[in-house]
T-cell receptor, first 111, second 113 residues
Framework: LAKTTQPISMDSYEGQEVNITCSHN???????ITWYQQFPSQGPRFIIQ???TKVTNEVASLFIPADRKSSTLSLPRVSLSDTAVYYC????????????FGSGTRLSIRP | DADVTQTPRNRITKTGKRIMLECSQT?????MYWYRQDPGLGLRLIYY???????NKGEISDGYSVSRQAQAKFSLSLESAIPNQTALYFC????????????FGPGTRLTVT
C-alpha cells in the first residue's frame, strides 16, 4: 500500500476555497485515490475518489497531476460545518483489498 | 434506518473482562471491517472480512478476535480487556460495485478501567 503524507492541520475562513494536498510518491499503476471526511465522534464519510486528472462532485473537486504522485482536495467556499478531519487514502483498484487510513488533516474554519 | 449499526454505542468495562462489540449492516455488502481510533489519531485496521468464510488480520489484531456470523453481521471481541484498549471502535462495510467507498457505523466508545 502506498504511503500518504498530508499536513497535520490547516486553518481557513468561511467563504474561502481550501486546498489540501496529499503526497503519495509510491503510488502504483492500479492504485486509486480517495478522500474521506470525519466529524468528531462520527465515522469517516466518503467524499470523492479519482484515478487521474480532475474529478468534481457536489461536495469537492479532486485534482491529480499526470504523474499521480500527489493529489489536491479542493473545497469551494467553506463554511463552519466543513471543520473536520480529512483523510487521503491510496488503495488498490480492486474491492479485494484492505483500506488503510493515515492521520489525516485537521481543518479548522473560522468565522 | 441506518445502513450500518453498532451496539453498544458506549461501554465501560473493567480490566480482564471479555466484551463483544457487534456490527450489523443492511447494505448487502460482503466486505466488513473493524477499526480502532484513539484520540487525535487516525483509524487503525484491526480485522477485515471479505465473506463469511474469510477473516484477515489488520494492523493491530493482537488482543482482539472477530466472528462473521452472517454476511450482515461482524462482531469484535476483546477476550481480556486492558486499559490501553480504551478507544472509539468503528465498523465499516464495502461493496464490490463502488469498491472505493466504505460505509461506517456510528462507532462504539469503549472505556476499560
Amino acid at each position: 500500500l502506498a504511503k500518504t503524507t498530508q499536513p497535520i492541520s490547516m486553518d481557513s475562513y468561511e467563504g474561502q476555497e481550501v486546498n489540501i494536498t496529499c503526497s503519495h510518491n509510491n503510488i502504483a499503476t492500479n492504485d486509486y485515490i480517495t478522500w474521506y471526511q470525519q466529524f468528531p465522534s462520527q465515522g469517516p464519510r466518503f467524499i470523492i475518489q479519482g484515478y487521474k486528472t480532475k474529478v468534481t462532485n457536489e461536495v469537492a473537486s479532486l485534482f491529480i497531476p499526470a504523474d499521480r504522485k500527489s493529489s489536491t482536495l479542493s473545497l469551494p467556499r467553506v463554511s463552519l460545518s466543513d471543520t473536520a478531519v480529512y483523510y487521503c487514502l491510496v488503495a488498490l483498484y480492486s474491492s479485494a483489498s484492505k483500506i488503510i487510513f493515515g492521520s489525516g488533516t485537521r481543518l479548522s474554519i473560522r468565522p | 434506518d441506518a445502513d450500518v449499526t453498532q451496539t453498544p454505542r458506549n461501554r465501560i468495562t473493567k480490566t480482564g473482562k471479555r466484551i463483544m462489540l457487534e456490527c450489523s449492516q443492511t447494505k448487502g455488502h460482503d466486505r466488513m471491517y473493524w477499526y480502532r481510533q484513539d484520540p487525535g489519531l487516525g483509524l487503525r485496521l484491526i480485522y477485515y472480512s471479505f465473506d463469511v468464510k474469510d477473516i484477515n488480520k489488520g494492523e493491530i489484531s493482537d488482543g482482539y478476535s472477530v466472528s462473521r456470523q452472517a454476511q450482515a453481521k461482524f462482531s469484535l471481541s476483546l477476550e481480556s480487556a486492558i486499559p490501553n484498549q480504551t478507544a472509539l471502535y468503528f465498523c465499516a462495510t464495502r461493496g464490490s460495485r463502488r469498491f472505493y467507498e466504505q460505509y461506517f457505523g456510528p462507532g462504539t466508545r469503549l472505556t476499560v478501567t
